[in-house]
């Protein structure tokens, strides 16, 4: 089964610095997507940006981007001039292909984010 | 475009009554997924429907949790009877379940049993 880790259950960054959230994952497919997820307290699960395994390129969505790591299976997130709106839960999650019949979001435990103003 | 939409917002009911949790997803989305959140942890895939049709119920405890998606649109996940341990947030989230589609979440059902 697959697994989805994130080892920083808490994390702290000062306004307009950058962060770095870790995740790792296990599986033995090579086709796959990867994910992260913001919940502020409102509890919406918002959509941050979005890796398919087949591609070298790393995502970036503004100021958001990714380290995607295929070999080390890694996949982080890097936060640009953080926002006092970034502070959040932040949720790593990893897909199978849609054609393996069996497609939930796997989720890791999540990483806490505050920014210091 | 509204986004995914769940009642109630809070949900406290004392241990062993039953409880129903509504959601009605983006317009089109064929797929809809209910998952559970425990406190401090992730969400859990509890069901996923295609259309009207359960494709996925693998994790959910069917001695006392049933949903229903009628027509393929709004769903219901019920549990009958509730125990302490079912208080968590219930999210639903929706997709059009193409191979590069993202779901969509709503904003969850906090649930607390006493």
């Known amino acids: 089964a697959q697994t989805v880790t994130q080892s920083q259950p808490e994390m702290s960054v000062q306004e307009a610095e950058t962060v770095t959230l870790s995740c790792t994952y296990d599986?033995?497919?090579?086709?796959?997507?990867l994910f992260w997820y913001k919940q502020p307290p409102s509890r919406q699960m918002i959509l941050v940006i979005r890796?398919?395994?087949?591609?070298?390129q790393n995502a970036t969505e503004n100021r958001f981007s990714v380290n995607f790591q295929k070999a080390a299976k890694s996949f982080s997130l890097k936060i640009s001039d953080s926002q006092l709106g970034d502070a959040a839960m932040y949720f790593c999650?990893?897909?199978?292909?849609?054609?393996?019949?069996?497609?939930?979001?796997?989720f890791g435990k999540g990483t806490r984010l505050s920014v210091i103003a | 475009e509204a986004g995914v939409v769940q009642s109630p917002r809070y949900k406290i009911i004392e241990k062993k009554q039953p409880v129903a949790f509504w959601c009605n997803p983006i317009?089109?989305?064929?797929?809809l997924y209910w998952y559970r959140q425990n406190l401090g942890q992730g969400p859990e895939l509890l069901i996923r429907?295609?259309?009207?049709?359960?494709?996925?119920d693998s994790q959910l405890p069917k001695d006392r949790f049933s949903a229903e998606r009628l027509k393929g649109v709004d769903s219901t996940l019920k549990i009958q009877p509730a125990e302490l341990g079912d208080s968590a947030v219930y999210l639903c989230?929706?997709?059009?379940?193409?191979?590069?589609?993202?779901?969509?979440f709503g904003p969850g059902t906090r649930l607390t049993v006493l």
């Open positions: 429907y295609e259309n009207e049709e359960a494709v996925d």
């Open positions: 989230a929706s997709s059009l379940e193409l191979e590069t589609d993202t779901q969509y």
């Open positions: 599986t033995s497919e090579s086709d796959y997507y």
């Open positions: 317009s089109g989305h064929n797929t």
């Open positions: 890796q398919e395994a087949y591609k070298q």
């Open positions: 999650a990893y897909r199978r292909p849609l054609n393996s019949g069996n497609t939930p979001l796997v």
